[in-house]
């Protein structure tokens, strides 16, 4: 059996059905600031902006142990966990919109469901250890829950605030790009968001055997050749809007 699979996916399919996902111990705390956040609904917007199919959002390395229905997420983190800020706070607009119903199916197919035995949520993908918890409470909580009511950053820990800033971000890029929208047309456009995210977030789905695979794989994607300056990528930009003027902008 390979010790490498390779598959497509979209960041919106893994969060609804790969069960198990989660960051190892080992790895870092939530590390994106809000202009990283920015970033990358930015880019999401500018991909649904113009209709496109699908935007590429990178790779996604994971350990996968079937035994125990477990998932190691080595790289790809940071993109799965911000997307689910941004899936949250769709789910807030609906439920301060008074659209419970559209609300909870929103947060059960994606951000948590409830065990069955405990009644608990169960988040379908748990930050490390030094920020699961207040992820679960803070954001992925409906936010009438007293225990996201009652949830308070950890001083201590910066990436408590990090998910503050990211979260911020996101409640403000929903009011943005809905804003300007008749009521009548806010949650359609929302729905829409939900539905690219769902199949045109896309990103490769990079399963590996084992820690020392997944290490080697996250070393190579980041730590080899030389970095591309600032002059690479305005080229690359401007190659691809070129279109059908692509030698004129190779030549100037």
């Known amino acids: 059996m390979p010790t ?10 893994i969060l609804q059905g790969r069960k198990g996902l989660h960051v190892p111990i080992n790895q870092r705390s939530y590390q994106w600031k809000k202009e990283h956040a920015e970033d990358l609904y930015k880019d999401l917007n500018g991909a649904i902006t113009q209709n496109a199919d699908e935007y590429f959002l990178g790779t996604i390395v994971v ?10 997420v080595y790289d790809g983190q940071q993109r799965l966990a911000t997307s689910m800020l941004l899936i949250g706070a769709i789910r807030d607009y609906f439920f301060s919109s008074g659209d419970t119903q559209t609300a909870r199916i929103i947060a059960e197919e994606s951000l948590y469901s409830p065990v069955r035995q405990t ?4 988040t379908h993908f748990g930050l490390s250890g030094d920020d699961n918890q207040f992820f679960v409470n803070r954001i992925l909580r409906s936010p009438d829950d007293p225990e996201r009511k ?8 910066e990436s408590h605030q990090r998910i503050l800033d990211a979260a911020e971000a996101a409640a403000k890029h929903v009011e943005d790009i809905t804003k300007t929208l008749p009521t009548a047309d806010k949650a359609k456009h ?3 968001w939900l539905d690219f995210i769902e199949k ?4 490769i789905w990079v399963e590996v055997a084992d820690q020392k695979t997944a290490f080697r794989i996250f070393e190579t994607m980041n730590d080899r050749g030389l970095k591309l300056s600032a002059a690479d990528l305005l080229k690359n930009y401007l190659y691809s809007l070129a279109e ?3 030698a004129a ?3 100037k």
């Open 249 to 251: 902008v190779v030549q």
């Open 190 to 192: 929302l729905h829409k």
């Open 150 to 157: 009652n949830a308070k950053p950890d001083p201590k820990k």
């Open 244 to 246: 059908k003027n692509q």
């Open 4 to 13: 490498i699979e390779f598959e497509k996916e979209t960041i919106g399919h």
């Open 200 to 203: 045109g977030a896309r990103v």
């Open 63 to 72: 350990v996968v142990k079937p035994s125990v229905n477990d998932i190691e």
């Open 119 to 122: 009644l608990l949520p169960e």
